[in-house]
């Protein structure tokens, strides 16, 4: 029993003729597999490479993007230890487009879920790979293909019951142990089935696949955010004491000159338990009344459903009193780097939970007819309406993050030398940061984001073919897709990071004690005694009721979900057309062809924003200034269009037997992003006044795609029936890459109380060093004690002020942690003009060169069962980051750039088949701007075995990251650690039959 495929991929069956009759054998599982793909490759225009199903419900690996990663030049990103977005050639996601079966498919994925959503970027860990019968990655432009991808078309194919008639099917059940969980040792359930049926003489066709899988997962991290990369001349906020300053002699190997130096702003350990519930299902339903008609109505249906509930504590750093040791230059790293506090400044030690709970759902309902009215033309008709929709799966919404503190921390440290950052604190005399009566509750935020996009396409396609002629066919066709996005983001949030209400307020039993080097078993430091052993981990539901009933963090009636105060509202609506040549001949003797095409595209855009509107500005803690937003709303909306030519052209050569040479040049585009496009102007609730004022952006639905040149050219020898090699080489120019262009303005008549009256006045009288909010705060305590008399309480006052001087200042109920006035200093009219930084996203005349080489060897050592497949790319590009170069300094750079190797050898021979792979990526540029982002390289061993040890019946195991690789970003130096993480295996046992 092979696997199922459409019928456009009937020519890659894996049939082999007995040699003493008319009768085949079927080539099945790992052989067959690998057969099915070279085949599609072999006989493939252009550079496409292919994984096709091994057996009916039986994909190589068990995500699809851990399959992919197979093909040269596919790298993965992973999320929660499993594969969920792919990078080909050094583009990102967001640069390759993802259909089914031909059609283009919506994308949705909230992300963090604490922003608003904007990526274009397939999450495959949405899709089981059971329900797949094989995916195509075309990495050379084609006319008949839809735009979109740079990078590749990626198109998941999925069986089809006419394809194979007759009953058959295959029910899978497997158990998944995943030994990253912090608590317990939980086996969790995979179910999956696919059935297919034909009747009336194979007219009709039905075929249902199914699949559901629980896993239970932990994920725990150091991490760790960074000031700016600074020259060792600077002298700002943050920056090291200069050399024979105060604190200059407690800075070992300080950075001089022109070295670059990034200092961490606060680091904490990260405790995360992950859930995850997916859900996939299929209904294909096919009539073929003629040979020449077939009508095919199909349903597709995906939900995935990730938990994640994160304990933290972690530590800021206020660089006053700092010692530190740094690597040497030119990008000097600390070695270590700590912070003494002053008793009277009642440092606090920070504990934070967190609750991201999500769930994305697709729907897709498709039909097709294809006819064939005469024996040289063929007819196809298509037509899908198809959503992706991401909402919170939480009555917190998307994201939600509550914070407490213990004040009185002495001393805080952060080692780098080993590869977990090792991170302490120490607390002044009767302090003990696992007391719970000591914690105090402070800020809080629940954050709601909503992401849909709807897809409705129309595909005409035709074929016509030609007898003995130089043009062996002509295919044509033209597309309409209409692309709906709607991206919606509110939130609730309290920016009491000072403390608010005595700790006493929170009852003990909210807190539980958390373990802290277990969690980063085998990663060097974690066996470091300075590593705190245990810190306070809150019962998320039960602080948050305590909170609301107490403070009212939800209004008091625990409806935690915000209103969106940004919906943003995207319509893109695109016209294709296309015609192609496909051309035989005979080049010396023997076979070449050519195929030459060219598609048309016209796009409009429409693009429309619900903007929140601010009232009012505060200073709202010592170096916090924050916007307040009304309950106006401004919908605004822009508009915005392009046309592209997109031709190509593949020429293929045989000049020998079963030796393939190809050259391909295409002409590729990959739209904006969707947070680039939006219509209206966002202002950033929180600013710096000191840091330049407040900031904000704009979309810009005008901007032109990314549009690339392509040149393909390899070199293909297929030696054996499963084995072949292959040499390419692949180069691209693109150009219209995005950039930002900068407006500083005012907005809405905003003011800041930053150096305006009451400010100066301040300054004036306790200088600039001194406590400015508190000499302004006592302005108005002072009033209202003489109106009120000297005997008044502190709550008559706060009462007294916050009704009669309501347009200027708002103050708490209760004191701070360091027995100061806390609340709101609030602007008035007297206040200077605030300035916003507003960025908008522009088309630049930067362009950039990308090239690599791929190779491939898959050998079957005869019929011994034995085989390998090895393979390398090679990327490169002309654009890259210098992190020698400060902060201020702009630089462009291409991101996702790294070779990348697969390893595999396996057995398959007698119902018995093993397979043990290794996939490695090498260290790349993942982010850019002020400061880069690198991720460290990564590698990975899988295996898995099988018996078939009754016929139909097979009993399998699986191991994911065997050796438990961790993983580890940084910034300019490999000691500026932004985030480290162990790495589990995970294992499956189970059982198939197939029928």
Same mark, same amino acid.
């Given at each position: 029993?092979?696997?199922?495929?459409?019928?456009?991929?009937?020519?890659?069956?894996?049939?082999?003729?007995?040699?003493?009759?008319?009768?085949?054998?079927?080539?099945?599982?790992?052989?067959?597999?690998?057969?099915?793909?070279?085949?599609?490759?072999?006989?493939?225009?252009? @550079?496409?490479?292919?994984?096709?199903?091994?057996?009916?419900?039986?994909? %190589?690996?068990?995500?699809?993007?851990?399959?992919?990663?197979?093909?040269?030049?596919?790298?993965?990103?992973?999320?929660?230890?499993?594969?969920?977005?792919?990078?080909?050639?050094?583009?990102?996601?967001?640069?390759?487009?993802?259909?089914?079966?031909?059609?283009?498919?919506?994308?949705?994925?909230?992300?963090?879920? =604490?922003?608003?959503?904007?990526?274009?970027?397939?999450?495959?860990?949405?899709?089981?790979?059971?329900?797949?019968?094989?995916?195509?990655?075309?990495?050379?432009?084609?006319?008949?293909?839809?735009?979109?991808?740079?990078?590749?078309?990626?198109?998941?194919?999925?069986?089809? %019951?006419?394809?194979? #008639?007759?009953?058959?099917?295959?029910?899978?059940?497997?158990?998944?142990?995943?030994?990253?969980?912090?608590?317990?040792?939980?086996?969790?359930?995979?179910?999956?089935?696919? !059935?297919?049926?034909?009747?009336?003489?194979?007219?009709?066709?039905? !075929?249902?696949?199914?699949?559901?899988?629980?896993?239970?997962?932990?994920?725990?991290?150091?991490?760790?955010?960074?000031?700016?990369?600074?020259?060792?001349?600077?002298?700002?906020?943050?920056?090291? =004491?200069?050399?024979?300053?105060?604190?200059?002699?407690?800075?070992?190997?300080?950075?001089?000159?022109?070295?670059?130096?990034?200092?961490?702003?606060?680091?904490?350990?990260?405790?995360?338990?992950?859930?995850?519930?997916?859900?996939?299902?299929?209904?294909?339903?096919?009539?073929?009344?003629?040979?020449? !008609?077939?009508?095919?109505?199909?349903?597709?249906?995906?939900?995935?459903?990730?938990?994640?509930?994160?304990?933290?504590?972690?530590?800021?750093?206020?660089?006053?009193?700092?010692?530190?040791?740094?690597?040497?230059?030119?990008?000097?790293?600390?070695?270590?780097?700590?912070?003494?506090?002053?008793?009277?400044?009642?440092?606090?030690?920070?504990?934070?939970?967190?609750?991201?709970?999500?769930?994305?759902?697709?729907?897709?309902?498709?039909?097709?007819?294809?006819?064939?009215?005469?024996?040289?033309?063929?007819?196809?008709?298509?037509?899908?309406?198809?959503? =992706?929709?991401?909402?919170?799966?939480?009555?917190?919404?998307?994201?939600?993050?509550?914070?407490?503190?213990?004040?009185?921390?002495?001393?805080?440290?952060?080692?780098?030398?080993?590869?977990?950052?090792?991170?302490?604190?120490?607390?002044?005399?009767?302090?003990?940061?696992?007391?719970?009566?000591?914690?105090?509750?402070?800020?809080?935020?629940?954050?709601?984001?909503?992401?849909?996009?709807?897809?409705?396409?129309?595909?005409?396609?035709?074929?016509?073919?030609?007898?003995?002629?130089?043009?062996?066919?002509?295919?044509?066709?033209?597309?309409?897709?209409?692309?709906?996005?709607?991206?919606?983001?509110?939130?609730?949030?309290?920016?009491?990071?000072?403390?608010?209400?005595?700790?006493?307020?929170? #009852?003990?039993?909210?807190?539980?004690?958390?373990?802290?080097?277990?969690?980063?078993?085998? !990663?060097?430091?974690?066996?470091? %005694?300075?590593?705190?052993?245990?810190?306070?981990?809150?019962?998320?539901?039960?602080?948050?009721?305590?909170?609301?009933?107490?403070?009212?963090?939800?209004?008091?009636?625990?409806?935690?979900?915000?209103?969106?105060?940004?919906?943003?509202?995207?319509?893109?609506?695109?016209?294709?057309?296309?015609?192609? =040549?496909?051309?035989?001949?005979?080049?010396?003797?023997?076979?070449?062809?050519?195929?030459?095409?060219?598609?048309?595209?016209?796009?409009?855009?429409?693009?429309?924003?619900?903007?929140?509107?601010?009232?009012?500005?505060?200073?709202?803690?010592?170096?916090?200034?924050?916007?307040?937003?009304?309950?106006?709303?401004?919908?605004?909306?822009?508009?915005?269009?392009?046309?592209?030519?997109? #031709?190509?052209?593949?020429?293929?050569?045989?000049?020998?037997?079963?030796?393939?040479?190809?050259?391909?040049?295409?002409?590729?585009?990959?739209?904006?992003?969707?947070?680039?496009?939006?219509?209206?102007?966002?202002?950033?609730?929180?600013?710096?006044?000191?840091?330049?004022?407040?900031?904000?952006?704009?979309?810009?639905?005008?901007?032109?795609?990314?549009?690339?040149?392509?040149?393909?050219?390899?070199?293909?020898? $297929?030696?054996?029936?499963?084995?072949?090699?292959?040499?390419?080489?692949?180069?691209?120019?693109?150009?219209?890459?995005?950039?930002?262009?900068?407006?500083?303005?005012?907005?809405?008549?905003?003011?800041?109380?930053?150096?305006?009256?009451?400010?100066?006045?301040?300054?004036?009288?306790?200088?600039?060093?001194?406590?400015?909010?508190?000499?302004?705060?006592?302005?108005?305590?002072?009033?209202?004690?003489?109106?009120?008399?000297?005997?008044?309480?502190?709550?008559?006052?706060?009462?007294?002020?916050?009704?009669?001087?309501?347009?200027?200042?708002?103050?708490?109920?209760?004191?701070?942690?360091?027995?100061?006035?806390?609340?709101?200093?609030?602007?008035?009219?007297?206040?200077?003009?605030?300035?916003?930084?507003?960025?908008? #996203?522009?088309?630049?005349?930067?362009?950039?060169?990308?090239?690599?080489?791929?190779?491939?060897?898959?050998?079957?050592?005869?019929?011994?069962?034995?085989?390998?497949?090895?393979?390398?790319?090679?990327?490169?590009?002309?654009?890259?980051?210098?992190?020698?170069?400060?902060?201020?300094?702009?630089?462009?750079?291409?991101?996702?750039?790294?070779?990348?190797?697969?390893?595999?050898?396996?057995?398959?021979?007698?119902?018995?088949?093993?397979?043990?792979? $290794?996939?490695?990526?090498?260290?790349?540029?993942?982010?850019?701007?002020?400061?880069?982002?690198?991720?460290?390289?990564?590698?990975?061993?899988?295996?898995?075995?099988?018996?078939?040890?009754?016929?139909?019946?097979?009993?399998?195991?699986?191991?994911?990251?065997?050796?438990?690789?961790?993983?580890?970003?940084?910034?300019?130096?490999?000691?500026? @650690?932004?985030?480290?993480?162990?790495?589990?295996?995970? $294992?499956?046992?189970? @059982?198939?039959?197939?029928?």
């Amino acid at each position: 029993m092979t696997a199922l495929s459409t019928g456009a991929h009937a020519q890659d069956a894996a049939l082999a003729a007995a040699p003493d009759d008319n009768t085949v054998v079927v080539v099945t599982g790992i052989r067959g597999s690998l057969r099915s793909s070279m085949q599609t490759k072999k006989n493939a225009q252009g @550079v496409v490479d292919s994984i096709s199903a091994e057996d009916m419900g039986k994909f %190589p690996d068990t995500n699809l993007a851990e399959s992919l990663q197979r093909i040269t030049g596919v790298s993965i990103d992973r999320s929660n230890g499993e594969g969920s977005f792919v990078t080909v050639r050094g583009f990102g996601p967001e640069f390759n487009l993802v259909t089914l079966n031909s059609r283009q498919m919506p994308t949705s994925t909230l992300g963090d879920g =604490a922003s608003a959503p904007a990526s274009r970027s397939f999450d495959f860990a949405n899709l089981a790979s059971e329900g797949v019968a094989g995916v195509d990655v075309y990495k050379s432009g084609r006319a008949s293909v839809d735009s979109g991808g740079i990078g590749s078309t990626i198109n998941i194919r999925t069986p089809r %019951p006419l394809d194979k #008639p007759g009953f058959r099917g295959s029910l899978g059940v497997k158990a998944v142990y995943d030994t990253s969980q912090n608590d317990g040792s939980d086996f969790t359930p995979e179910v999956s089935g696919i !059935l297919s049926d034909t009747f009336a003489d194979n007219k009709f066709g039905i !075929l249902f696949t199914g699949s559901y899988q629980k896993r239970k997962a932990s994920n725990n991290d150091f991490s760790a955010g960074w000031r700016d990369g600074y020259l060792g001349t600077e002298n700002n906020w943050g920056s090291l =004491a200069q050399t024979g300053t105060p604190g200059g002699d407690k800075i070992t190997n300080r950075p001089e000159g022109n070295d670059v130096y990034e200092v961490q702003q606060n680091g904490a350990y990260d405790i995360h338990n992950i859930e995850r519930e997916r859900l996939n299902g299929q209904l294909v339903l096919q009539w073929r009344p003629v040979e020449s !008609l077939t009508a095919t109505l199909d349903y597709t249906y995906s939900k995935n459903k990730v938990t994640d509930r994160t304990s933290s504590t972690g530590v800021w750093f206020n660089f006053n009193d700092v010692s530190s040791a740094w690597t040497d230059g030119p990008v000097a790293g600390p070695i270590w780097y700590s912070e003494h506090f002053r008793a009277d400044e009642h440092k606090d030690l920070a504990y934070s939970a967190s609750l991201t709970a999500n769930q994305s759902e697709n729907k897709s309902t498709g039909l097709n007819l294809k006819w064939k009215p005469l024996d040289a033309l063929t007819l196809e008709l298509d037509a899908h309406h198809s959503t =992706a929709e991401s909402r919170p799966d939480s009555p917190y919404g998307s994201n939600m993050s509550i914070g407490a503190s213990i004040f009185g921390v002495m001393d805080q440290k952060i080692d780098y030398s080993s590869y977990l950052p090792v991170m302490s604190y120490s607390m002044y005399p009767g302090i003990d940061y696992l007391d719970k009566s000591l914690v105090t509750p402070t800020g809080n935020a629940f954050r709601n984001a909503y992401f849909k996009d709807q897809i409705d396409q129309v595909q005409v396609r035709g074929r016509y073919s030609f007898d003995d002629s130089f043009i062996d066919s002509i295919d044509f066709g033209a597309s309409s897709i209409e692309n709906k996005v709607r991206s919606a983001y509110g939130y609730i949030q309290h920016d009491t990071w000072g403390g608010v209400g005595p700790a006493s307020d929170i #009852p003990d039993d909210i807190f539980d004690l958390v373990s802290i080097p277990d969690k980063f078993d085998g !990663l060097s430091g974690a066996g470091n %005694p300075a590593i705190p052993q245990q810190f306070l981990a809150a019962k998320i539901e039960d602080y948050v009721a305590k909170l609301d009933q107490l403070y009212q963090v939800c209004g008091g009636t625990m409806d935690c979900l915000a209103d969106y105060t940004t919906d943003r509202r995207i319509q893109e609506k695109t016209i294709a057309t296309y015609v192609q =040549a496909n051309m035989k001949f005979d080049l010396f003797d023997n076979p070449a062809h050519l195929v030459a095409g060219v598609r048309y595209e016209k796009t409009d855009i429409d693009s429309a924003a619900l903007v929140p509107i601010p009232v009012s500005s505060a200073w709202v803690a010592a170096n916090e200034f924050d916007l307040t937003f009304g309950a106006q709303q401004d919908f605004t909306a822009f508009t915005g269009k392009y046309q592209e030519l997109l #031709p190509n052209i593949d020429f293929d050569f045989r000049p020998m037997q079963n030796v393939i040479m190809r050259a391909s040049a295409s002409t590729t585009i990959t739209r904006p992003d969707y947070a680039s496009m939006q219509g209206g102007q966002t202002l950033d609730k929180l600013y710096r006044a000191a840091l330049n004022g407040g900031t904000g952006s704009m979309g810009n639905p005008g901007l032109e795609p990314y549009k690339s040149n392509n040149i393909d050219l390899s070199a293909e020898w $297929y030696y054996g029936p499963d084995s072949y090699v292959s040499l390419g080489y692949f180069h691209k120019d693109v150009s219209n890459f995005i950039s930002t262009h900068r407006v500083d303005t005012t907005a809405f008549g905003m003011k800041t109380p930053f150096q305006g009256p009451r400010y100066n006045a301040a300054v004036a009288a306790v200088g600039a060093t001194g406590n400015i909010r508190q000499y302004i705060f006592e302005q108005y305590t002072n009033a209202a004690t003489a109106a009120l008399g000297a005997g008044a309480s502190y709550q008559d006052i706060v009462n007294y002020v916050n009704a009669n001087f309501a347009d200027e200042v708002h103050l708490e109920n209760t004191l701070d942690s360091s027995g100061n006035i806390s609340g709101q200093i609030i602007a008035t009219a007297a206040d200077p003009d605030l300035t916003f930084q507003v960025t908008t #996203p522009v088309n630049s005349d930067q362009t950039s060169a990308l090239y690599g080489w791929e190779f491939n060897i898959q050998h079957t050592f005869a019929d011994t069962g034995f085989g390998v497949i090895l393979n390398y790319t090679k990327v490169d590009g002309d654009a890259t980051y210098d992190p020698s170069k400060p902060w201020n300094v702009t630089q462009f750079a291409l991101t996702g750039l790294s070779d990348s190797a697969n390893a595999v050898a396996f057995y398959d021979k007698n119902g018995i088949q093993g397979r043990i792979a $290794y996939n490695w990526r090498a260290k790349f540029l993942a982010g850019t701007g002020p400061n880069p982002t690198y991720v460290d390289d990564y590698g990975q061993f899988d295996a898995s075995a099988s018996w078939e040890f009754k016929p139909g019946l097979t009993a399998f195991i699986e191991g994911i990251n065997l050796t438990n690789e961790s993983r580890r970003v940084f910034g300019r130096s490999y000691n500026n @650690v932004k985030f480290v993480a162990p790495g589990y295996a995970r $294992y499956s046992v189970g @059982v198939r039959y197939t029928f």
